[in-house]
């Protein structure tokens, strides 16, 4: 009997796409044994307050950032996809498109935190297991999974140590001219020079 294939999807706005994301990403593919890992940028986010740098950067940096990565897909439908992004969509396609495959949907333990705010949360839980990377400064959001309260048979932890490293973090650095050496890649660094990206808050 041949195994079912092993998806894991990792949405996120990558604006820009850092060093604790690849981290992430490649902890994923090991403990997971994953097949492929979809790495979505996400179009429209309807739940972050700022508005996102143009799709076609991000998604330039992603395939800087992470194409390099044995198993890594990087998957623009959201982008190309109108209206907001809605992970319920993306994974019903992936599901569609791979009948029997067993679908693992990638976050930090912030993102986890929020999910029953999700659009059909529910069927989500249904369709992939959530795999959780611990994120630092946010202790509190690590212990309260809402949602794995009510189903904790479709949640599984990530053994990534916490990474004190975000977009936030890195467009705010810019901003104010310090540097992001340790934080994002080289090509992603030379690009974010390059296109003259997080130059003012
Ligand atoms: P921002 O600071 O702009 O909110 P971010 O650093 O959280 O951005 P996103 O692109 O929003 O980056 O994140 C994509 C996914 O990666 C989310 O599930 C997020 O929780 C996760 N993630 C980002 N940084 C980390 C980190 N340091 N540790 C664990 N998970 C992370």
Aim: charged share 20%; net charge negative.
């Amino acid at each position: 009997m041949t195994q079912a294939r092993r998806i894991g999807v990792f949405g996120g706005a990558f604006d820009p796409p850092h060093l604790a994301h690849r981290a992430l990403l490649e902890a994923a593919l090991h403990e997971l044994k994953l097949d492929v890992l979809h790495v979505v940028p996400t179009g429209d986010a309807w739940h972050k307050p700022r508005v996102l740098t143009e799709a076609a950067h991000r998604l330039a940096m992603v395939q800087l950032a992470f194409a390099d990565v044995p198993g890594i897909c990087v998957d623009s439908r959201e982008i190309n996809r109108t209206g907001p992004s809605y992970t319920i969509d993306t994974l019903r396609e992936i599901a569609g498109q791979a009948p029997g495959a067993e679908l693992f949907l990638i976050m930090g333990a912030d993102q986890a935190a929020a999910l029953t705010s999700w659009r059909d949360w529910q069927a989500i839980l249904q369709l992939a297991i959530i795999s959780v990377a611990t994120r630092a400064h946010s202790l509190d959001t690590n212990d309260s999974i809402e949602a794995e309260r009510l189903f904790p048979e479709r949640f599984f932890h990530l053994g990534l140590p916490a990474l004190h490293v975000s977009a936030t973090q890195i467009r705010s650095n810019i901003a104010s001219g310090q540097p992001v050496q340790t934080l994002v890649s080289e090509p992603v660094a030379r690009y974010i020079a390059d296109h003259h990206l997080y130059q003012s808050h």
